[in-house]
Nanobody, 128 residues
Framework: VQLQASGGGLVQAGGSLRLSCAAS????????MAWFRQAPGNEREFVAG???????DYSDSVKDRFTISRDSAKKTVYLQMNNLKPEDTAVYSC???????????????????????WGQGTLVTVSS
């Protein structure tokens, strides 16, 4: 399984960006996916997660501003980020947990250690 993240960049506060994470290999429909971020000097933190069946959840800091979604036909997960703030500046990484059985299809996984595959990260910089 390989994950390719893209879409980062420089944006002014209040602006929007959409991150993409394209997966190759494996069976995408059996993945739970998530976005994490890490700002300089900070630990990696959970941003948003989407279950195999499409349930979603967000960290409190991005709730109502960010939206995670998945397109099974394109094997891609998106993170739409609106009303960006300077504190959103970080390297954003997508992650995949593969082999999720159907009975666990509604679960969202919040720990980085739950995920076996990671994209390379894409830098988001929000200027004030």
């Amino acid at each position: 399984v390989q994950l390719q993240a893209s879409g980062g960049g420089l944006v002014q506060a209040g602006g929007s960006l959409r991150l993409s994470c394209a997966a190759s290999g494996g069976t995408f429909n059996r993945y739970a996916m998530a976005w994490f971020r890490q700002a300089p000097g900070n630990e990696r933190e959970f941003v948003a997660g989407i279950s195999r069946h499409g349930n979603t959840d967000y960290s409190d800091s991005v709730k109502d501003r960010f939206t995670i979604s998945r397109d099974s036909a394109k094997k891609t997960v998106y993170l739409q980020m609106n009303n960006l703030k300077p504190e959103d500046t970080a390297v954003y990484s997508c992650a995949a947990k593969t082999g999720v059985i159907s009975s666990s299809g509604s679960y969202i996984y919040y720990r980085g250690t739950d995920y076996g595959y990671w994209g390379q990260g894409t830098l988001v910089t929000v200027s004030s």
